[in-house]
C-alpha cells in the first residue's frame, strides 16, 4: 500500500500558475500508474491527468490539456502537476491517486490509492 499526501494548492486569480505536489511514502513509488483527479463542489470527482509508471507516457482531460502538466520524479517519490492559465472553473480539491495498472489508466475505479486533496480555488 502506498500513502499519499498532496500540497500545493491555495487562493489564485485567474490565468495565474500553482503547481499541486503528491508526496508517496510505503510501497514502491515506481510501481505505480498515478494520476490527478479534482472534485468542484456539487459535481462528480472528474479524471485531470495520469502519467506511467515510468513517466514516459501521459494522458490529460481535455479541459486541461496544454494548460496542465503532470511529471513525476521517482527518485523522490513525488508527483507534481503544473497548472498555467488557471480558469475559475478550475476551482475544485484536487486528489492524487494511485494505480497498480501499467500503461495510463483514466478511470476512478482503477486507482486503489487516494491522497486527502488540497484545495484549488480560482478567482476572476
Known amino acids: 500500500q502506498v500513502q499519499l499526501v498532496e500540497s500545493g494548492g491555495g487562493l489564485v486569480q485567474a490565468g495565474d500558475s500553482l503547481r499541486l505536489s503528491c508526496a508517496a511514502s510505503?510501497?514502491?513509488?515506481?510501481?505505480?500508474?498515478m494520476g490527478w483527479f479534482r472534485q468542484a463542489p456539487g459535481k462528480e470527482r472528474e479524471f485531470v491527468a495520469v502519467?506511467?509508471?515510468?513517466?514516459?507516457?501521459?494522458d490529460y482531460a481535455v479541459s486541461v490539456k496544454g494548460r496542465f502538466t503532470i511529471s513525476r520524479d521517482n527518485a523522490k517519490n513525488t508527483l507534481y502537476l503544473q497548472m498555467n492559465s488557471l480558469k475559475p472553473e478550475d476551482t475544485a480539491v484536487y486528489y492524487c491517486?494511485?494505480?497498480?495498472?501499467?500503461?495510463?489508466?483514466?478511470?476512478?475505479?482503477?486507482?486503489?490509492?487516494w491522497g486527502q486533496g488540497t484545495q484549488v480555488t480560482v478567482s476572476s
Open positions: 491517486a494511485a494505480s497498480d495498472l501499467g500503461g495510463i489508466p483514466a478511470r476512478i475505479a482503477l486507482f486503489g490509492s
Open positions: 502519467i506511467s509508471r515510468s513517466g514516459m507516457s501521459t
Open positions: 510505503g510501497r514502491t513509488f515506481s510501481t505505480y500508474a
